[in-house]
């Protein structure tokens, strides 16, 4: 059984994380210092991952976000792959984070999501919308209730609501 304890680094980087997404990056330059930051957060998570700190499903949880911001698919399958695992051992938050991840891995890989969990900032309208393609035609009736993956119209007003302008 893994330890009961959370790393208590991962869950500082993960604050910063976090504190780092509660705005829109509305400029080039503010954009490349989010990414150089995402990048720095990911090394940390993916050094500690490699020594067998992250070992709780909130570790989990959390290092999943992290990767999920990640540059590359890679990334995103190993934010999947942790969501997965700590959805299984109950932390019910991941659930969506699983969606969330395989749409990521999708769409890097050129491919249609099926969640419709991933969105973009439209500059010219300064508001969001969904990223296209998206294939849900396969999706069990009870799926993305089960995942905690809202509605498209629900989540585009909450990410719409954030922008001030």
Request: avoid cysteine; charged fraction near 25%.
């Amino acid at each position: 059984m893994p330890p009961e304890t959370d790393n208590l680094q991962l869950e500082e980087i993960y604050g910063n994380d976090q504190s780092d997404r509660q705005k829109v990056y509305d400029s080039p330059q503010a954009v490349n210092e989010l990414k150089q930051r995402d990048a720095m957060r990911k090394a940390m998570t993916l050094d500690m991952m490699s020594k067998g700190e992250v070992t709780t499903v909130l570790d989990l949880y959390r290092a999943a976000v992290i990767l999920l911001h990640g540059s590359e698919a890679k990334d995103y399958l190993t934010a999947h792959r942790l969501a997965v695992l700590s959805a299984v051992n109950g932390h019910r938050p991941a659930r969506w984070l699983a969606a969330s991840s395989l749409d990521r891995f999708l769409m890097s890989l050129g491919q249609p999501q099926v969640y419709g969990t991933q969105f973009e900032h439209n500059a010219e309208e300064n508001k969001y919308q969904l990223r296209l393609p998206i294939e849900d035609n396969r999706l069990l009736s009870w799926e993305k209730k089960f995942l905690n993956v809202p509605a498209v119209a629900e989540r585009l007003a909450q990410l719409n609501s954030r922008i001030q302008g």
